[in-house]
């Protein structure tokens, strides 16, 4: 029999008088980071009113969360805690000192983030747990509860918690999308950048902008090669598109100089550079869900993760599986999906450049097509 975690004795969690939030999540990655947007917005529905404080890592998280309103403090906890304890326990203890409402610990598994939610002060704490009553929980939510998708996951965690301990079976339809909540005046900047950026012959036309981002870690990164091929053959059937290429941190180029490139360590200027673009194609990263959360439609290829746990979706974004592709199907794959965006020439270019007898389904493409 699965235990649910609900206790009789439990006090059932409060739709009112819950003021104080705080999210724990001690990582300094920017995907991870990026995938707690959705989070902020449930909060947000569920408690208007409320202040939120992020308990992270690194300080990816101040630049993320900006001009997030209802979000008050952003504490980055050093990087590599133990080599540098007094200020690690020292913003431990401060943070101690405050007595939060309601702390949510959106991870599955995370035993340091788990450690913390527990030496915090919170009148109720949240998180995924099978044992109510070693968990530190005050509303431990079963795992069985845990969606694959990490953005959707500490979604399901808030409505599981507030239909059962709050007694409220109302639930939004759909799941926040990612969202770094840009501002008019970054998106303009964005555009006047791209504007800057596009050789003078393309400036001023209704062409479609789409970017790349060509870096990853590790076996996630694909070769120079297979870009290299993927471009010529997304260029052939879509001759019209404007190219720009997005630097990596490191600040070289991957693709040669062959394209105007655009580089910022700032990422909320990347975002917003992005946000300017037509449509964002990028193998699986942080720079994948920016792009998403910038809200430009984008592609991310996946070739050794679960994309079922990290896919882009929503606002016309999709995942694409490459594994058994060659550069030039992947390449078609994506002309084909968005032929609507790049214009009646691209659609017409993958046809022909499509053999018409190959049955891509019976060809065993079918599964590991473009899921939105």
């Keep these: 029999m699965q235990t649910t975690g ?3 004795k439990q006090e059932s969690l409060p739709k009112k008088g819950v003021y104080r939030i705080l999210i724990c999540r001690p ?3 920017l995907g991870n980071t990026i995938l707690l947007t959705p989070l902020i917005t449930e909060l947000e529905r569920l408690y208007k009113g409320a202040e939120i404080d992020i308990l992270s890592e690194g300080p990816i998280a101040e630049e993320v969360f900006t001009t997030f309103f209802s979000v008050k403090n952003v504490y980055c906890l050093p990087k590599r805690g133990f080599k540098h304890p007094f200020r690690f326990l020292g913003m431990l203890l401060r943070i101690r000192e405050i007595q939060y409402d309601l702390i949510v610990d959106p991870c599955l598994g995370s035993g340091f983030s788990r450690a913390l939610t527990k030496f915090l002060r919170g009148r109720y704490k949240l998180g995924f747990s099978d044992d109510a009553t070693h968990s530190g929980l005050t509303h431990p939510v079963p795992t069985a509860a845990a969606l694959k998708h990490m953005a959707q996951r500490p979604i399901n965690l808030l409505r599981w918690a ?3 301990y709050a007694g ?8 926040p999308s990612l969202d770094i909540r840009l501002s008019d005046e970054e998106r303009a900047h964005g555009r006047a950048v791209i504007g800057q950026l596009l050789p003078a012959p393309r400036q001023g036309s209704a062409a479609p902008i789409v970017g790349i981002f060509a870096n990853a870690t590790g076996a996630k990164r694909y070769p120079a090669a297979w870009w290299n ?3 010529a053959a997304f260029e052939a059937m879509s001759p019209q598109a404007r190219i720009l290429e997005l630097i990596p941190m490191h600040g070289h180029s991957m693709l040669g100089e062959t394209y105007p490139g655009y580089y910022s360590s700032d990422i909320r200027r990347m975002g917003a550079v992005m946000a300017g673009m037509d449509l964002m194609i990028t193998a699986d990263c942080g720079v994948m869900h920016l792009a998403v959360a910038s809200k430009v439609p984008t592609v991310g290829m996946f070739c050794v993760t679960d994309a079922s746990v990290y896919a882009p979706y929503g606002l016309g974004s999709c995942s694409l599986m490459t594994h058994g592709l060659s550069a030039k199907d992947a390449a078609e794959q994506v002309v084909r999906t968005y032929a609507a965006l790049l214009g009646r020439v691209a659609a017409l270019n993958t046809a022909a450049a499509t053999d018409p007898e190959l049955d891509w389904n019976q060809a065993g493409l079918g599964s590991l097509g473009l899921s939105h």
């Design 6 to 8: 609900v206790n009789a």
């Design 27 to 29: 990582n300094h990655r």
């Design 168 to 175: 409220d079976g109302e639930t939004a339809a759909e799941y």
């Design 162 to 164: 507030y239909k059962h």
């Design 229 to 231: 091929e993927f471009i």
